[in-house]
């Protein structure tokens, strides 16, 4: 069955520590991946996509993801964490429309 | 003014009663949906329409039902409301081409207690 998996409910990480949040898919073809974040009462918003070309895509608020073919992972990145990128990060894909359950993001002063 | 706009925001009706929530973007988009998140679940997709003659079941479309009035509205109901259809509810937009589906645009969301 096609799937979509945050395998970390929730990350803890302090304020200017690197940061990953994992995903890992289970999907035929070449589909479109993407994160979004979510912050409290809000609608998601988009973070970054790939859809082809280069690995390591770059998007919105520093974020970044590496592309994974072989492990079929699209792991979300920043280089340095900030207090306000504490929120909810979901994961997806184009095929079929799947989100993962999404990754509580902790970022502690 | 918002680009995905949702009405009402917050609902709180009776077990059997039908309810309605309302959609409305402003980006264009043929492509719309319509979600619903519970805590720990992730987003769960109910319904999507790809132009305003196409209407698809998603991965949980029982008891729900939309209508596309136009390429700019999408609306969801609820004919008989029961209380495991509390949720929170949101609307997307988005491009794409063919079976691909290009970055979605989520409304506010709609709050929906089903007492």
């Known amino acids: 069955a096609q799937s979509v998996a945050q395998p970390e409910d929730q990350v803890n990480v302090a304020e200017g520590n690197p940061l990953t949040v994992k995903c890992t898919y289970s999907v035929s073809g070449n589909p479109y991946l993407f994160w979004y974040v979510q912050y409290p009462n809000r609608g998601l918003q988009f973070l970054l996509k790939y859809i082809t070309g280069d690995n390591l895509v770059k998007g919105s608020y520093g974020f970044e993801a590496e592309f994974n073919k072989s492990q079929t992972s699209f792991h979300l990145k920043k280089p340095s964490a900030l207090v306000s990128d504490s929120a909810l990060y979901f994961c997806?894909?184009?095929?079929?429309?799947?989100f993962g359950k999404g990754t509580r993001l902790h970022i502690l002063p | 003014d918002a680009d995905v706009t949702q009405t009402p925001r917050n609902r709180i009706t009776k077990t059997g009663k039908r309810i309605m929530l309302e959609c409305s973007q402003t980006k264009g988009h043929d492509r719309m949906y319509w979600y619903r998140q519970d805590p720990g679940l992730g987003l769960q997709l109910i319904y999507y329409s790809f132009d305003v003659k196409d209407i698809n079941k998603g991965e949980i479309s029982d008891g729900y039902s939309v209508s596309r009035q136009a390429q700019a509205k999408f609306s969801l109901s609820l004919e008989s409301a029961i209380p495991n259809q509390t949720a929170l509810y949101f609307c997307?937009?988005?491009?794409?081409?063919?079976?691909?589906?290009?970055?979605?645009?989520f409304g506010p969301g709609t709050r929906l207690t089903v007492l």
């Open positions: 997307a937009t988005s491009a794409g081409q063919g079976p691909h589906t290009d970055t979605q645009y």
């Open positions: 997806a894909v184009d095929d079929k429309i799947i």
